[in-house]
């Protein structure tokens, strides 16, 4: 079964919004990861933050975990049309190497 | 630098026919996954190898069989195509150890092809 489950299921704003997408995980976790996938595309790494990080930032992006509530949280601030695209989280559990992604959330910024 | 490819882009098959996906990577990466997408449920793994030489099953095995001959090539099967196995196949390949300052990544980074759209008629 699959590690992580996004919310919300699709998010539909306007250019210069910020966009906050949920991740939550069922087991103990070595890192967590968001990647994005635009229509027709493979994924892209975007960031990943540690189990003993509670916080990263990377340009436009902020993600947040809390072990304690097994949850992550990946803000994109001032989005843009070209950020259209749905966004996976993905653990790695503790002890292993293989990344468990979730359902995604589909993102469409609207000029 | 062309980083993963995967080969065919697109593919139709009938019910039993097989086929071969290929899978190459040339960041000298030591591991390499398959995954299939299908709708409403993200990407599982069907299988991985941690090196040449070496698989592994991952979520959802059945049907599909693989081989990494080659560190920089890694090929899913399929002996008898059905139509549950109608799906887009995505290949992916990570760095193994820890970061690097070469490369830029991290550990577990995953680096994707951008996939082959199979369908099974």
């Known amino acids: 079964s699959q590690q992580g489950e996004e919310d919300p299921q699709a998010l539909s704003i306007q250019e210069g919004e910020n966009a906050t997408m949920n991740c939550s995980y069922k087991?103990?976790?070595?890192?967590l990861q968001w990647y994005r996938q635009n229509s027709g595309r493979g994924l892209v790494h975007l960031i990943l933050i540690r189990s003993n990080e509670r916080e990263k930032h990377s340009g436009r992006l902020r993600v947040t975990l809390d072990t304690s509530k097994k949850s992550s949280s990946l803000l994109i601030t001032a989005s843009r049309a070209a950020d259209t695209a749905s966004y996976f989280c993905a653990t790695v559990e503790t002890g292993a190497n293989n990344l468990f992604f979730g359902t995604g959330t589909r993102l469409t910024v609207i000029p | 630098n062309a980083g993963v490819t995967q080969t065919p882009k697109f593919r139709v098959l009938k019910t039993g026919q097989s086929m071969t996906l290929l899978c190459a990577q040339d960041?000298?990466?030591?591991?390499m996954y398959w995954y299939r997408q299908d709708p409403g449920m993200g990407l599982r793994l069907i299988h991985y190898s941690v090196g040449e030489g070496t698989t592994a099953k991952g979520e959802v095995p059945d049907g599909y069989n693989v081989s990494r001959l080659k560190k920089q090539n890694f090929l899913l099967g399929l002996e008898s195509a059905a139509p549950s196995q109608t799906s887009v196949y995505f290949c992916a390949s990570s760095y193994l150890g820890g970061y690097s300052r070469t490369s830029g990544s991290s550990y577990n980074e995953q680096f994707f092809g951008p996939g082959t759209r199979l369908t099974v008629l």
């Open positions: 960041m000298n990466h030591e591991y």
């Open positions: 087991t103990s976790i070595n890192n």
